[in-house]
């Protein structure tokens, strides 16, 4: 059977770009997938990169468990789990540190770029990060990781690293195929459409959050940043705010860019975004329903019990493995 898997970090609530660049696809593919084995979890070893307030961390891991669930992915199909309960993914991910080189980390662009916002105090670990992520990853043979667009070099990386052990070593890993929305793999801010939009953001109008209060979320959009145009038409280039608006809009609709250029060949941008809002709320009223309930609800520990219990079987095993191919300890 093979095996995809996919994690998201704690650092905050979650965006409407995590829902449809990740959240939105997990749910599409445990339809489409029915003989593939789905292991989800959060990543809240890799949050501690930066810093994090202790309650809001531990706030933060139930809460994304419950979002996830509340997003449609069904604990019946999928192990759903927390990083920091299974200490394997530490210990390979020391492993790929030593498989690594210092140039391969120090070339990764979202470290180049949380590091230029930071001026001190920068982790070792927010430098290392990526051979926990390959850890992650090669601890399940996963065969597909779906991710967004920014993450593409860290399952690069995952992906050589592989090679480069299982040359030296003898065959160990499976080689990870890293997996794209068609549509949405890159949100950006609503107020620098440049940019990606991200739950680290310090201006909370750049992001929708999926707990959002749904009038903000109205409100969010309307004022979202635009051109003087007037034209609704995709042109990242040019019309940076209007192409992700209807990203947006096609990957919540389930439509084409083109066939909403025709839709809205002749309306005026107010008209557009009063129509994309009434998409989003609708798409967030029964998430964040759901959600309210689960939060409160001891289903949501089974589920992460249930979830790393499996984990931890298939993690165990495959340690032992790279112990052994390193002739680390006795294991023989
Ligand atoms: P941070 O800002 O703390 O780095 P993040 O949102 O970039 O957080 P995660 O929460 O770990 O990072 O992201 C989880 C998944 O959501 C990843 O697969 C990532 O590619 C995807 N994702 C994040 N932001 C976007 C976005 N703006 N558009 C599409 N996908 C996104
Ligand atoms: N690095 C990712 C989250 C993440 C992940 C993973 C995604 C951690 N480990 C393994 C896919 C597979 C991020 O910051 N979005």
């Known amino acids: 059977m093979k095996r995809l898997l996919s994690g998201i970090k704690p650092t905050g609530q979650l965006t409407l770009g995590n829902y449809i660049g990740a959240l939105r696809q997990f749910v599409k593919l445990q339809d489409e997938l029915p003989d593939t084995e789905f292991f989800i979890f959060i990543a809240d070893l890799h949050a501690i990169t930066t810093p994090q307030d202790k309650g809001q961390l531990r706030h933060n891991i139930k809460s994304v468990a419950a979002v996830y669930m509340a997003c449609g992915l069904d604990p019946g199909r999928v192990n759903l789990f927390i990083q920091s309960e299974i200490p394997e993914h530490v210990m390979l991910s020391y492993v790929m540190e030593s498989t690594a080189y210092i140039g ?11 590091k230029g916002r930071q001026t001190e105090g920068i982790r070792t670990s927010l430098m290392t990060y990526p051979a926990l992520m390959a850890a992650d ?17 860290h399952v690069e990386l995952t992906r050589n690293l592989a090679i480069r052990f299982n040359n030296a070593h003898g065959q160990t890993f499976v080689v ?22 991200d739950k680290s953001h ?38 940076p705010g209007i192409s992700n608006l209807l990203t947006i809009y096609a990957s919540l609709a389930d439509l084409s860019i083109k066939d909403l250029e025709k839709r809205y060949a002749e309306s005026s941008y107010a008209t557009f975004k009063a129509d994309l809002a ?7 009223r ?7 309930e689960l939060i409160k609800h001891p289903l949501l520990d089974q589920v992460l019990d249930e979830g790393a219990k499996r984990a931890k079987e298939i993690a165990r095993i495959k340690m032992l493995k790279v112990y052994k191919r390193l002739g680390l300890g006795r294991v023989k």
């Not at 109205?218 to 019309?239: C, L, W």
């Not at 029964?286 to 309210?292: L, N, V, W």
């Open 137 to 153: 990853i090669l601890l399940y043979d996963a065969d597909i990781v779906p991710i967004g667009d920014d993450q593409k070099q």
């Open 278 to 284: 009434e998409i989003v709320v609708d798409t967030l």
């Open 104 to 114: 391969e980390m120090e070339r990764m662009t979202q470290y180049k770029d949380k």
């Open 202 to 239: 310090d201006n909370p109008k750049s992001y929708i959050l999926l707990l959002d209060d749904l009038n903000a979320v109205k409100n969010k959009i309307k004022s979202a940043v635009t051109d003087s145009e007037g034209t609704i038409r995709y042109d990242v280039k040019h019309k």
């Open 286 to 292: 029964p998430i964040q329903e759901r959600y309210h």
């Open 176 to 197: 990870p195929e890293p997996f794209f929305p068609k549509t949405g793999a890159r949100i950006k801010s609503l107020t620098e459409p440049d940019k990606k939009m």
